[in-house]
């Protein structure tokens, strides 16, 4: 059996009982790390905080392993129990549908145990998650290199009135050009984009395209952390974000379409400058004893 686990968002913690009971029964256990990240990267001592509550060996699976030597770990799996772990939920990126795919073929039996995602835990800014377009994702630019595809998408989104989440680059054990060409793998550090980066690099392509999507004006909040203890949220103009510091990764970004009046209540706690912006504050919207879209319990 392959089990494919998700791990949830914060740490270790976040883990389902069914997750770890799964995990628990396993002889061999890897992790994807290149889709996203927990909390505490990969660093070493986080590793070993997993495998210590876990109480298993973890294999760390770059995207190399995942995508060119996955078939290894799949025939493990037609003979013992092999558990494939991934932040998040498992089906937040399509390398993991694959996985799937590729494990059927194989007549390999698949078990998925669910968790929180970014796809969900974006909520927690009060931007109701049905009044979202189409997820877009922002990759960092280069000297040679700057795709502009979700551009399109964003302006299909507000065209609609919706929001739209943005999702920032992450790039972990990415080759250089040069030893690609070279023949020889040399990776890159790790890198991470900002709210602001992306904010600047939106900026660049509306003022190429010039077709008023988004500009300095436009409403945004960017999150940073979402499912940690220290989770930042703070919302305003684009021009407002891009002078606030939002700390370490990850990050992600929400131009915000149109907005119903508790949407609007519950950005207000988020607003740039507020100094109570987050948890412990009811918004007034609930304390009047109003559910979803301001109808009563």
């Known amino acids: 059996m392959l089990y494919i686990v998700g791990l949830g968002l914060g740490d270790e913690r976040d883990i389902t009982l069914r997750g770890l009971e799964a995990i628990r029964r396993c002889t061999k256990v890897y992790m994807e790390a290149y889709t996203s990240l927990l909390s505490f990267g990969l660093a070493s001592d986080g590793l070993s905080t997993l495998e210590k509550l876990y109480g298993k060996s973890i294999t760390v699976s770059d995207r190399e392993a995942v995508e060119e030597k996955a078939d290894d770990m799949l025939l493990e799996a037609r003979d013992s129990d092999v558990a494939f772990l991934v932040v998040g939920d498992p089906f937040g990126a399509t ?3 694959d996985l799937v795919v590729r494990a059927k073929k194989l007549g390999v039996d698949v078990k998925v145990v669910h968790n929180a995602s970014v796809m969900n835990a974006i909520g927690v800014c009060g931007l109701q998650l049905y009044r979202y377009g189409e997820t877009v994702s922002i990759p960092f630019f280069t000297d040679t290199w700057r795709p502009d595809s979700f551009y399109e998408k964003i302006k299909r989104n507000r065209s609609l009135r919706l929001h739209t989440l943005c999702l ?3 790039r972990v054990k990415e080759p250089t050009l040069e030893s690609l060409c070279r023949g020889k793998k040399v990776y890159e550090p790790p890198r991470f984009m900002t709210i602001n980066t992306a904010i600047e690099q939106l900026l660049e392509v509306e003022q190429n395209n010039n077709e008023s999507v988004c500009g300095e004006d436009t409403p945004c909040v960017g999150l940073a952390r979402v499912g940690c203890e220290d989770q930042k949220i703070v919302a305003g103009s684009m021009k407002q974000l891009l002078d606030v510091e939002f700390g370490p990764p ?12 508790l949407e609007e209540e519950m950005l207000e706690f988020y607003r740039v400058g507020r100094d109570d912006r987050a948890w412990g504050r009811i918004p007034p919207a609930c304390r009047r004893g109003r559910g979803r879209c301001g109808q009563r319990r």
């Open 95 to 97: 390398t993991h549908t």
């Open 168 to 170: 920032l680059d992450i």
């Open 250 to 261: 990850l990050h992600c970004l929400v131009i915000i379409g149109d907005t119903h009046p």
